[in-house]
């Protein structure tokens, strides 16, 4: 489990630990036994006994009949799906979606409606307009709501939650914590997409198991989830990953953030729609699709061996071998993990990025360089995992071994 920020164990009292880890124990391996739970826990029975009077009064774990084998029967209890939900909220340059998950994370119903570029305050309102057709769609009431959680594109200030700059949503210095907290009538807490992207891939994906890795977006625009030793990173003002704005040419096509020659010009959607409506002239393939380009249809081209198609996203994964050899020589991650709308075409992409990276990284060749197989749900499930990771103190095992917390 991904780390949200630096609170440790010794923030908390030894109640509160010894209930996280029986709740989790319950959670990973019931139906589980009172005795069974103070053998992996290693409490005492009367100990396990007390806690779980308390979880089954809160209904976060239920009791689900006797264990029928030889001799006394064990009562055996399980955890409580309906116990709790948690919202997920996405602001995408396309899309505004709405998520509800159930107590364990897992998604029961979600809706979508179209972003309005330049109007913060209107896509504030359509997610309240959302919310009460998500939850009837899921069945879940309101008041069950436990957490919530909204990510979008951008350099969030943290804590604040203040949007200092969204360039491809047309957002500047706008206070999406404070307005959708006050909409929504609780606590929201805003990561950008990337970070929230990586906390799913840890959990549910690619980067089970590995403790330090980079989750990298290349959509829209380029930018990346940092996962050092089990936590996020998020440097001192929570800007870190925006490698998508770093410098790789003395020139080329104006940024977003205002500048020229950054990465994600020559590897975001729009560089290649660019490229493919600059190739058209050498590809029947090309030259038939309506404008702009989208890139699943350059990508059916590349797939269907159309060469002008193929050059196209090799040269992206070319260019995109340039960022990710910085992060590679500065973190020397176990994993890299890539997703979003340029991987169309993921084989194709990734033997560019392959072929280019020695160029650009020191050892390359030992870091796996791989597509999330989350694909565009990545970013929402990680906010639903947020939101429940910060309203449900857990504690949970990282890939080291060492007993470690997730925020309260």
């Not at 305050?121 to 009460?132: F, G, K, M, Y």
Request: charged share 25%.
């Amino acid at each position: 489990m991904v780390r949200a920020n630096d609170k440790t164990a010794s923030n908390r009292t030894p109640r509160e630990l010894n209930r996280s880890l029986v709740l989790d124990l319950v959670q990973q391996h019931g139906p589980i036994s009172r005795t069974n739970l103070a053998r992996l826990s290693g409490l005492t029975k009367p100990t396990v006994s007390a806690i779980i009077e308390e979880l089954l009064e809160s209904g976060s774990v239920r009791d689900v009949g006797a264990e029928s084998r030889g001799g006394r029967p064990a009562r055996l209890l399980e955890f409580n799906d309906d116990s709790a939900a948690f919202l997920g909220i996405e602001i995408g340059v396309e899309q505004t979606a709405v998520a509800v998950a159930d107590a364990r994370g897992r998604m029961r119903a979600r809706l979508e409606q179209p972003t309005v570029l330049r109007d913060p305050h209107r896509t504030v309102r359509d997610v309240v307009e959302l919310l009460p057709k998500v939850l009837q769609l899921s069945g879940v009431p309101r008041k069950r709501l436990r957490g919530a959680c909204a990510i979008m594109p951008g350099l969030i200030e943290r804590p604040s939650g203040l949007c200092v700059l969204a360039p491809n949503l047309g957002w500047e210095r706008f206070p999406v914590r404070a307005e959708l907290s006050r909409a929504l009538r609780m606590q929201v807490s805003v990561y950008n997409l990337p970070q929230a992207a990586a906390v799913a891939e840890g959990e549910l994906g690619a980067a089970r198991g590995h403790a330090s890795y980079v989750w990298l977006y290349v959509g829209l625009g380029v930018g990346a989830g940092l996962v050092v030793d089990g936590r996020l990173f998020f440097g001192m003002q929570g800007y870190s990953g925006e490698i998508g704005h770093c410098r790789i040419a003395d020139d080329g096509p104006r940024c977003g953030c205002g500048r020229r020659g950054c990465l994600e010009t020559f590897t975001s959607v729009m560089a290649l729609r660019r490229a493919s409506e600059e190739a058209s002239a050498r590809s029947p393939h090309l030259a038939a699709l309506s404008r702009p380009h989208a890139v699943g249809d350059i990508a059916s081209a590349a797939l269907a061996g159309d060469e002008s198609a193929r050059a196209i996203f090799r040269e992206a994964g070319a260019q995109l071998a340039r960022g990710i050899g910085v992060l590679l020589n500065l973190l020397n991650p176990q994993l890299i993990v890539l997703g979003g709308e340029m991987l169309a075409a993921p084989d194709i992409l990734i033997d560019g990025l392959r072929e280019e990276l020695p160029r650009h990284a020191v050892r390359a060749g030992e870091v796996p360089v791989v597509a999330s197989p989350l694909g565009s749900e990545a970013g929402l499930l990680g906010a639903v995992l947020l939101a429940r990771e910060g309203a449900v103190r857990s504690l949970r095992l990282v890939p080291d071994g060492v007993l470690q917390e997730s925020p309260p």
